[in-house]
């Protein structure tokens, strides 16, 4: 008599096999795991709006900003017009700036000013998305780009909000930024001085001196800038002296 096993050497019958007896265990329990899941969905799914942005701020209140996140993302995602959803809109981009992802942030805050342009908190949106580049500064040896960006949306809530509470902080920030650019500028001016390419150096100095204004001017600029003019003109002189 042939001796059966369940466990056969044929891969493919191997799997085929396995394949047949999940289907009937799945056949077994099937329905009470169906209706067990589509109850779970079906709960979440069926959170209203007030219930979500409750969940939201409740979460955000207790620092849970990950799960605040979620809540009004899934508000504004699921009710885009109901009443509560440009609180959602809001309450998330504070949410990521508080867990500290600041390019999540900084996209939510430009969302909602694109889609909120007259709204009443546009300063504050602008301020915060000014810190989220603020934040992101590098040391001056680094790339400057969030520097530069900080720049701009500071200077533009000064500019078109001059009467906002949130321009007296920007202008302070503002400054500290101007330094990071400036500085940045002057090391690179610096290092070529320092190689004795006196032209390409004070090119990057004056830069500083138009573009920035003096509280961002690093100590030794003027000193820099006549040193260079100077080793130039001496530079000049010996080739006119020259047949």
């Known amino acids: 008599m042939k001796e059966f096993t369940l466990f056969t050497r044929s891969p493919i019958k191997h799997t085929l096999f396995l394949l047949i007896m999940a289907w009937i265990l799945l056949s077994l329990a099937g329905c ?7 109850s779970k969905d079906s709960k979440e799914l069926e959170k209203t709006a007030e219930a979500l942005i409750m969940e939201g701020l409740d979460a955000y209140q207790r620092k849970k900003y990950e799960k605040a996140a979620d809540a009004f993302q899934k508000l504004k995602d699921r009710f885009p017009y109901n009443q509560y959803a440009i609180v959602a809109e809001l309450k998330l981009a504070d ?3 508080l867990k500290k992802d600041y390019l999540l942030a900084a996209t939510a805050y430009k969302e909602f000013e694109k889609m909120h342009p007259t709204n009443e908190i546009t300063p504050y949106v602008i301020f915060q998305t000014a810190l989220c580049y603020f934040k992101q500064m590098p040391t001056i040896d680094r790339d400057q780009s969030y520097a530069f960006q900080a720049v701009q949306e500071f200077e533009r809530l000064i500019k078109n909000y001059p009467q906002s509470e949130y321009v007296s902080q920007a ?3 503002l400054i500290t930024a101007q330094k990071n650019l400036a500085f940045h500028e002057f090391a690179i001016g610096e290092y070529y001085f320092n190689e004795k390419k006196y032209e390409a150096a004070l090119g990057r100095f004056e830069i500083i001196a138009q573009q920035f204004p003096d509280a961002a001017h690093p100590p030794n600029l003027k000193k820099y800038i006549e040193i260079c003019k100077e ?11 020259t047949p």
């Open 231 to 241: 080793k130039l003109a001496q530079a000049q002189a010996q080739k006119s002296k």
């Open 171 to 173: 202008q302070t920030h």
């Open 95 to 97: 949410s990521y700036f």
């Open 32 to 38: 009470g795991l169906y209706e067990w899941f589509k």
